[in-house]
């Protein structure tokens, strides 16, 4: 797929482009195409409008690259089948979906048609589809014009055919994500908007899913995805299908289906009674594989803290990939976290603080990345104060000795950009701001508002004024000052 029609796509535009009048039937819905983007500046192709979905499911088959040689590419071929209720009345509709190939749509069991990309303002006639890929642009859009048209409020099945060769996608700042091909599988960490390289969606935070899995891989493979296995995995012909059920209200980008060979670990649960289900590379070095087995153990004793602090787990099951391949981090996908060569212990304790904060209380905009960072961040602090390690107190003092020229300063952590969304004080100003907003407001209020925090966002998005009015809510205090320095003022704050 090329370049092509970007013009077609200029966010002003193209609304107009699939609207309907009923001239003198004004009783009459007026039907309108969703937008193409979600609403988020730092992303504005990401996310569509007019509808929200309710469920995927994902029926993926994956054949991992040859061995040998080089390049490393896969071979994707599926089916998603997702179920959306639209917002408006809608004559066409967007989904995301970068690099590959869509080859059939129905929507509501009526087949669509293949086209080429329409010009600005351009009618299509009939139920169709097309796609616009351009990587120079950054826009990644499969349109669907289903006809019937689509009224507001109603029940949609949208199911997408498409498939292709999987590579190794970057996001803006040249990070590995989406579905990173590897050696032996794929390791699939997607934030903050890489799930459009696997699958079609609504890239965004805001619309929360629940998701079912079906994995077809080679024999001998494990496919690894959020959540639980309903039943156990199938083979036939040299083919193993892998379930996984996800029921909780899901981010798109925190959804993961890897795929390696991988030992499948099953035999654990917290003391709350969280089923844990760890898939550790078979591959990993030793040191690495030891650091990773002792990190693992301790996840129980680290729900049990964290369940301590911050309320009940909110998902039904936990464990962690650990994957021989590597993108540079780790990534706390919902349920399962994916690790790159080795989870340490402090890695584990933030991603699985991320569970709670960034998955159960996701950012509405991706400017908020503090708000998930910064918790996991400070979440880091208190586990190893927990276990008789620096206190959090050493830790802030550490972030406040940084000297006030250094540039870690002059990171503006309540609105970083999308290439400064996981700079470094992002996650430690960030964990620094939590520490001394608790100096601020005092322990007692510190944890009852973090806990209000949580049950009152669960399922859902917010923002920092939402956390800032929360606080002042707890404590009574009036903390325009205190985020306005925290968060807004490159400058290392007085304290
Ligand atoms: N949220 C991940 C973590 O804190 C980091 C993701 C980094 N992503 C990236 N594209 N650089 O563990
Ligand atoms: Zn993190």
Do not use: C
């Not at 569509?48 to 040998?68: I, Q």
């Not at 071979?75 to 089948?81: Q, R, Y």
């Not at 996001?171 to 579905?179: A, K, M, R, S, V």
């Not at 391949?325 to 690790?339: F, I, M």
């Amino acid at each position: 797929m090329g370049g092509i029609a970007v013009a077609s796509l200029a966010l002003a535009g193209f609304g107009a482009a699939g609207a309907v009048a009923a001239p003198g039937n004004p009783g009459q819905p007026k039907y309108t195409a969703g937008d193409e983007g979600g609403g988020d500046p730092y992303f504005p192709y990401s996310g569509n409008g007019g509808y929200d979905v309710l469920h995927y499911d994902l029926d993926l088959t994956y054949t991992p690259p040859a061995a040998s040689p080089a390049p490393i590419e896969g071979d994707l071929d599926a089916v998603a089948t997702i179920d959306l209720v639209p917002t408006q009345d809608l004559d066409r509709f967007n989904l995301d979906l970068r690099g590959l190939d869509v080859t059939a749509v129905t929507v509501n069991g009526k087949p669509a048609t293949s086209s080429a990309p329409p010009a600005a303002g351009d009618e299509v006639d009939g139920a169709a589809f097309w796609q616009v890929q351009d990587d120079t642009a950054r826009v990644w859009e499969l349109t669907i014009q289903p006809r019937p048209k689509l009224k507001a409020g109603s029940e949609v099945e949208v199911v997408v055919e498409y498939g292709g060769t999987t590579t190794r996608p970057r996001d803006i700042e040249g990070f590995l994500y989406g579905w990173v091909t590897t050696r032996d599988g794929a390791m699939v960490v997607s934030e903050p908007e890489g799930s459009m390289t696997w699958y079609p969606q609504n890239d965004q935070p805001t619309d929360k899913a629940t998701y079912s899995f079906e994995i077809t891989v080679p024999e001998g493979k494990v496919a690894v995805a959020n959540g639980t296995q309903p039943k156990p995995e199938e083979t036939a012909n040299g083919w193993t299908t892998w379930f996984w059920d996800a029921p909780d209200a899901q981010a798109s980008y925190l959804t993961t289906a890897s795929v390696g060979d991988y030992d499948l670990r099953d035999a654990y649960t917290s003391s709350s009674g969280v089923p844990i289900i760890d898939a550790v590379d078979a591959d990993l070095m030793s040191g690495n594989l030891a650091t990773t087995n002792a990190s693992l153990a301790l996840q129980p004793a680290m729900i049990d803290f964290f369940e301590s602090v911050f309320g009940d787990y909110p998902f039904v099951a936990y464990g962690s990939i650990v994957e021989d391949d590597s993108v540079g981090y780790a990534l706390e996908t919902q349920t399962r976290p994916v690790y790159s060569r080795v989870a340490r212990e402090s890695t584990v304790a933030h991603e699985l603080a991320h569970q709670w904060f960034g998955n159960a209380v996701s950012p509405e905009l991706w400017q908020y990345i503090w708000l998930n960072e910064g918790w996991a961040s400070y979440a880091e602090w208190l586990w190893a104060e927990e276990q008789g390690g620096e206190t959090a107190q050493d830790a802030f003092e550490g972030v406040m000795s940084i000297p006030d020229t250094s540039s870690f300063w002059d990171v503006v952590i309540g609105d970083p950009g999308p290439t400064g969304l996981f700079a470094g004080p992002v996650y430690d100003r960030g964990a620094a701001t939590l520490h001394a907003l608790r100096l601020e407001v005092g322990d007692d209020d510190f944890f009852a508002a973090a806990q209000l925090w949580l049950e009152r966002y669960d399922d859902g998005t917010a923002t920092s004024d939402d956390f800032q009015a929360v606080y002042e809510e707890v404590s009574g205090l009036d903390l325009d000052a205190f985020f306005e320095t925290w968060l807004y003022t490159p400058e290392k704050p007085v304290i």
